[in-house]
Structure formats: structure tokens, C-alpha cells
């Protein structure tokens, strides 16, 4: 069965230093691969998403994810962190053109001053 | 424009009512979804509609009847409602291999 693994449940950074949130899937094939974020009271907002092509993808907010067949992995990078930046974070797979999206269990941020 | 939409935004009630949360989405997607969100976060999906027709019904007790008059509107209808039932449920909208937009969620907590 399809699954997707974010193997961290909290991440905290400093503001201003880096930040690489993980996601793992479980599929035969290449399935579409989404990040959203919630900030805390809100619903998801799409970050970024990959389909195919470029397996290096820009999305909104400064953040990027790449895509990497090879491990399975579609991780969340950001170069410099804000203190906006603190939320629950989600990875998301559907495969191929299948309804259904897979959400990961979700990883909360959160930024020290 | 809000581009899914979601009443009531909070829903406070005791066990054994009967409630509905109402979705509308004005993107002219095809397809609509039912999430519940526990405490922990984990978003479990509950029902997918196309096209005003059941698609995804994942194992969600039958308490819950989703109904979609048009494809614009997926409405969730809860019977009995038991204290467990109480997390924020998310209505969301695809179209074909897009990737899904969500409303803001309905709080619902059951006394």
C-alpha cells in the first residue's frame, strides 16, 4: 500500500539558520508529490509540488524540494528561516492521477529567536 | 474571492445531535474531499466525490452521509454525534491531477 513517512514529528531551528524537513513515500511508480504548510487556527496551503521534469522544485514562501528516486525522498529545504515559518508541515502523495492524496503525518516547526 | 469555503467555522454541540458542515468551492473543480484532522494532526481523508459521485468512502462509520448536490457543493451530515467525532474537519477541491485546495476547516467539538 502507499504510504508516505516524515520520520521527524518536531524540528526546531534557530531563525536564520537552515532548514530540511524529510519525506519518505512508499510507491511502485513515480507519484505526484506535494508539501503543504498550516500555520496554527489555518487550513494547508500548497508550498510546492513535483510532477515530473526537474526534480529540483521552487515553491512559494522561499522554500524548494527535491525529488530523488532513487531514496524514495521528496525532502523540504529552505536556506534561511523566519519566525513565520513556525507551523505543522505536510507531505503529500498521489499516485499518478489517482483521487486520492496521501498525507504524511506532518512535521511542526518551530523557530527559536 | 475565497476559493473553498466552509460553515460553520466552529461547531459546539452535545452527544447524540445531529449536525452538517457545509463546503463550496467556486474553481470549478470536479472533484471534492472530506478530511478529519485529530488532535495530533493527522489528516485522515473520509470521502472523495467526482462529478457529484462517491469516488472515496475510506472506513468511516456510516453516521457520517456526505451529500453533493452539484459539484460545487460537498455537504458532511453527522448523526449520533459521540465525543470522539470532535476535530476540525477540512472540505477540499482537485481538478484532475492538480493538487488539492483546502478550506479553512470547521472545529467541531462534541460535549
Not at chain 1, 16 to 36: D, I, K, V
Not at chain 1, 92 to 104: C, L, Q, S
Not at chain 2, 15 to 23: E, H, P, Q, R, V
Not at chain 2, 73 to 98: T, W
Request: hydrophobic fraction near 35%; proline fraction near 5%.
Amino acid at each position: 500500500a502507499q504510504s508516505v513517512t516524515q520520520p521527524d514529528i518536531h524540528i526546531t531551528v534557530s531563525e536564520g539558520a537552515s532548514l530540511e524537513l524529510r519525506c519518505n513515500y512508499s510507491y511502485g511508480a513515480t507519484p505526484y508529490l506535494f508539501w503543504y504548510v498550516q500555520s496554527p487556527g489555518q487550513g494547508l496551503q500548497l508550498l510546492l509540488k513535483y510532477f515530473s521534469g526537474d526534480t529540483l522544485v521552487q515553491g512559494i514562501k522561499g522554500f524548494e524540494a527535491e525529488f530523488k528516486r532513487s531514496q524514495s525522498s521528496f525532502n523540504l529545504r529552505k536556506p534561511s528561516v523566519h519566525w513565520s515559518d513556525a507551523a505543522e508541515y505536510f507531505c503529500a502523495v498521489a499516485p499518478g492521477g489517482d483521487d486520492k492524496i496521501i498525507f504524511g503525518k506532518g512535521t511542526r516547526l518551530h523557530i527559536l529567536p | 474571492d475565497t476559493a473553498v469555503s466552509q460553515t460553520p467555522k466552529y461547531l459546539v454541540t452535545q452527544m447524540g445531535n445531529d449536525k452538517s458542515i457545509k463546503c463550496e468551492q467556486n474553481l470549478g473543480h470536479d472533484t471534492m474531499y472530506w478530511y478529519k484532522q485529530d488532535s495530533k494532526k493527522f489528516l485522515k481523508i473520509m470521502f472523495s466525490y467526482n462529478n457529484k459521485e462517491l469516488i472515496i468512502n475510506e472506513t468511516v462509520p456510516n453516521r457520517f452521509s456526505p451529500k453533493s448536490p452539484d459539484k460545487a457543493h460537498l455537504n458532511l451530515h453527522i448523526n449520533s454525534l459521540e465525543l470522539g467525532d470532535s476535530a476540525v474537519y477540512f472540505c477540499a477541491s482537485r481538478q484532475a491531477e492538480g493538487e488539492q485546495f483546502f478550506g479553512p476547516g470547521t472545529r467541531l467539538t462534541v460535549l
